[in-house]
């Protein structure tokens, strides 16, 4: 089993950045792809980015391909997500979670963790 724990989340203006962390318990983080999601008021949970095992591949959802990026420490267990030039529609909470692959990057595997809010002002 492993168990998740996002930080990082905050208050920033429009046009500002934010780092994510979370940080994943378990012997095995290393040989799983990680994945990041967010979920709007109101809305479903949606993909956000994607990164393999290795690190050595990565995908991102459209609607922050060139802004976001992910990586990885499997040396750290943790698994990041720097924001850049965040938009007041980026407001969600954020979870981190292990996909099956990069390509079924929506199957999730673990029980979510309690997300970290980030919350962009216009």
């Known amino acids: 089993q492993v168990q998740l724990v996002e930080s990082g989340g905050g208050l920033v203006q429009a046009g500002g950045s934010l780092r994510l962390s979370c940080a994943a318990s378990?012997?095995?983080?290393?040989?799983?792809?990680m994945g990041w999601f967010r979920q709007a008021p109101g809305k479903e949970r949606e993909f956000v980015a994607v990164?393999?095992?290795?690190?050595?591949?990565?995908y991102y959802a459209d609607s922050v391909k060139g802004r976001f990026t992910i990586s990885r420490d499997n040396a750290k267990n943790t698994v990041y997500l720097q924001m850049n030039s965040l938009k007041p529609e980026d407001t969600a909470v954020y979870y981190c979670?292990?996909?099956?692959?990069?390509?079924?990057?929506?199957?999730?595997?673990?029980?979510w963790g309690q997300g970290t809010l980030v919350t962009v002002s216009s």
């Open positions: 979670n292990a996909v099956a692959t990069v390509t079924f990057r929506t199957n999730t595997l673990y029980p």
């Open positions: 990164i393999s095992w290795s690190g050595g591949t990565t």
């Open positions: 378990g012997r095995t983080f290393s040989s799983y792809a």
